[in-house]
T-cell receptor, first 116, second 116 residues
Framework: AQKITQTQPGMFVQEKEAVTLDCTYD???????LFWYKQPSSGEMIFLIY????DQQNATEGRYSLNFQKARKSANLVISASQLGDSAMYFC?????WGYGNKLVFGAGTILRVKS | EAQVTQNPRYLITVTGKKLTVTCSQN?????MSWYRQDPGLGLRQIYY???????DKGDVPEGYKVSRKEKRNFPLILESPSPNQTSLYFC???????????????FGPGTRLTVL
């Protein structure tokens, strides 16, 4: 079974509008972390935001926020006030357990295009 | 500047010609990992290392070798590359401190490999 599912292969959003990128996950481990990464056309992986499974509040980092719904096992990324520079591939990833060196499991990604 | 470096950034080679992709980090991280990125599949872990002389297979290890003789370096070796190893490769590192609530993985810039 897929551990991380991103159901939107591609999305468009108008500049200055908000956009939500979907991510659902599957784990039986009570301790896990959820990450979002941005990959621009240049290829590097840029860390955006993190949510821990025991965190009571949704994570926020500037224009990025994570809509964490634990019971539904979803961790959607919300980008407010989209900018042209937000056009990129976005990956949701999960790390199970707090242990030493656990791997990241990635979703297939969502390509976001911001229109002017 | 804290960083993970990879070389080469781009490589075109032919089937069967042994190659090595180098990875080096200057953050004194214990944990290092290799991922490959393929369209529609996200990033998948190839091999990882929890410390010097300690390596283990990830999800897609076939056709790859690694070594960890020094803490800072974690080269990826393709003994006999094949076209199905054409991909974008990322090296990543993170601290192995278990008391941290989360370990962000720092990614290298990526190596785009084409095997003809």
């Amino acid at each position: 079974a897929q551990k991380i599912t991103q159901t939107q292969p591609g999305m468009f959003v108008q500049e200055k509008e908000a956009v939500t990128l979907d991510c659902t996950y599957d784990t039986s481990d009570p301790s896990y972390g959820l990450f979002w990464y941005k990959q621009p056309s240049s290829g590097e992986m840029i860390f955006l935001i993190y949510q821990g499974s025991y965190d009571q509040q949704n994570a926020t980092e500037g224009r990025y926020s994570l809509n964490f719904q634990k019971a539904r096992k979803s961790a959607n990324l919300v980008i407010s006030a989209s900018q042209l520079g937000d056009s990129a591939m976005y990956f949701c990833a999960m790390r199970e357990g707090w242990g030493y060196g656990n791997k990241l499991v990635f979703g297939a990604g969502t390509i976001l295009r911001v229109k002017s | 500047e804290a960083q993970v470096t990879q070389n080469p950034r781009y490589l075109i080679t032919v089937t069967g010609k042994k190659l090595t992709v180098t990875c080096s980090q200057n953050m004194n991280h214990e944990y290092m990992s290799w991922y490959r990125q393929d369209p529609g599949l996200g990033l998948r872990q190839i091999y990882y290392s929890m410390n010097v002389e300690v390596t283990d297979k990830g999800d897609v290890p076939e056709g790859y070798k690694v070594s960890r003789k020094e803490k800072r370096n974690f080269p990826l070796i393709l003994e006999s590359p094949s076209p199905n190893q054409t991909s974008l490769y990322f090296c990543a590192s993170s601290s192995g401190l278990a008391e941290l609530p989360w370990n962000e993985q720092f990614f290298g810039p990526g190596t785009r490999l084409t095997v003809l």
